[in-house]
């Protein structure tokens, strides 16, 4: 096997970060209609960083594999760096993707994109407790 199939199959067998979080400051949810893919995603955000993060959902090795890798690389980032993040930065963790799976590898960082959104639009008790 590859190491990009290593990696995926890892974190499709052992997800790190999957669950849920009591009292998110965002909760979010985003499907690839297509293949019936579902990434919900759930942030904890203290003083502009990202304190705690919970993915859960369904659909295939790649699209979970992308949200368990996705969490990891979330933890302990501030909310601008997040915003700068670049879809390819997820896709080179991943070790690349082929074009015709590349819907199911991005659904977690379109469903990350939307979290965002979401925290701008909430954003005044997203920094209240250190």
């Known amino acids: 096997m590859s190491p990009y199939e290593d990696l995926i199959i890892d974190h499709w067998r052992h997800p790190r970060n999957k669950g849920t979080l009591p009292d998110p400051d965002v909760d979010v949810t985003e499907a690839n209609v297509p293949c019936g893919d579902v990434v919900r995603l759930q ?63 991005l659904l977690s960082f379109r469903t990350l994109r939307k979290a965002l959104e979401a925290l701008g639009k909430t954003g005044s008790h997203v920094n209240p407790s250190p």
Not at 59 to 85: D, F, H, Q, V, Y
């Open 43 to 105: 942030l904890k955000v203290r003083n502009g960083k990202v304190e705690n993060v919970r993915f859960d959902g369904r659909g295939c090795a790649i699209s979970m594999a992308s949200a368990s890798l996705l969490t990891e690389m979330l933890k302990g980032k501030r909310l601008e760096e997040l915003e700068e993040m670049r879809q390819e930065e997820l896709l080179e963790a991943l070790g690349g993707v082929i074009k015709p799976r590349l819907n199911c590898a």
